[in-house]
């Protein structure tokens, strides 16, 4: 069974950098099939994706999210991360790994000065 655990700052500035990690332990982001995503929760609204990892390495991103956001992964570490640049009080939000049917319990990233 595939298991997500996500990681981050908590709190970040306005413009500020945002970093999170997916460590992914019971499959492999460089063998299983599905994409490794990133999809986030503000408060009171619905679920966006933002981007995806596949086993190749390559990604894909949402049109709203692309100018943004940047995922990346480290096969050695089994390990998925999320950056996203020039962060804004919209993007408070919980974020989550997700792989097919498989969740995080996600993180809290709170953008505020």
């Known amino acids: 069974q595939v298991q997500l655990q996500e990681s981050g700052p908590g709190l970040v500035k306005p413009s500020q950098t945002l970093s999170l990690t997916c460590t992914v332990s019971g499959g492999s982001i460089s063998t299983d099939y599905y994409y490794w995503n990133w999809i986030r929760q503000p408060p009171g609204k619905g679920l966006e994706w933002i981007g995806a990892?596949?086993?190749?390495?390559?990604?894909y991103y949402s049109s709203s999210l692309k100018s943004r956001a940047s995922i990346s992964g480290d096969n050695a570490k089994n390990t998925v991360y999320l950056q996203m640049n020039s962060l804004k009080p919209e993007d408070t939000a919980v974020y989550y790994c997700?792989?097919?049917?498989?969740w995080g319990q996600g993180t809290q990233v709170t953008v505020s000065s």
């Open positions: 997700n792989y097919y049917t498989y």
């Open positions: 990892i596949d086993y190749r390495g390559s990604s």
